[in-house]
């Protein structure tokens, strides 16, 4: 099931000129890269820390600070794109982080 191309749309600022995208062949791909995008983030804030932490809440801070942020999730059964919000993005960055954390 989580393998389904999916297609995340982002506004990084409200301005409108920071739209873009960004696919990938699966929702934990996805997931993954939106957290990548926070990390070098991080990065870019802190260059002098070699090892960044961080907990959900900062992610979410990060999600919820973006412009706009939404998901078009391929379904096979319909052959066509299904748009997901920016709650579904942050329940679906949960799940990933708690699967990996076991």
Known sequence: MDN???IILMQMSHNRSTRTFMDYD???QAVD???????RKLKEINPAIRNLNYDIDDLY???DG???LSALVYDRNIQAYLPYDREWIKHKTLQRLKKLAQ
């Not at 890269?33 to 990390?39: A, M, R, S, V």
């Open 4 to 6: 389904r191309h999916t």
């Open 66 to 68: 973006l412009g706009d």
């Open 61 to 63: 801070n990060f999600i």
């Open 26 to 28: 699966s929702i934990s």
């Open 33 to 39: 890269g939106i957290c990548g995008l926070y990390e």
